[in-house]
């Protein structure tokens, strides 16, 4: 007469249990590629040396000084005019 109650019901299925979430997460990482709109230019390498040229022994600037400030102040070059970036000194360039 002792009966044991059956052990089948042990196992339950999940009932509620959510799929992972795969989908939310595959398209997070496309946004952060449409904020870098244009590609990058490789700029010329600047600093001092950019400044002068060296052609054999002799050394020559590739950019004029600036009037006002003397030697040392290498002015900027634009399409159209030298600018000097120390004192503000803007040279057109002639035709
Ligand atoms: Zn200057």
Do not use: L, N, W
Not at 4 to 29: D, N, S
Not at 33 to 45: I, L, N
Not at 73 to 93: E, L, N, V
Request: hydrophobic content about 25%; charged content about 35%.
């Amino acid at each position: 007469m002792s009966k044991k109650p059956p052990v089948a019901k042990k196992e339950e299925p999940p009932a509620t249990v959510p799929p992972a979430p795969a989908e939310e997460a595959a398209p997070a990482p496309v946004k952060k590629a449409e904020k870098g709109k244009r590609p990058k230019k490789h700029k010329e390498e600047k600093g001092v040396h950019a400044m002068y040229k060296i052609e054999g022994d002799k050394i020559s600037r590739a950019r004029p000084t600036c009037e006002r400030c003397g030697p040392g102040y290498f002015m900027a070059d634009h399409h159209d005019r030298y600018t000097c970036g120390h004192c503000g000194f803007t040279r057109y360039k002639q035709k």
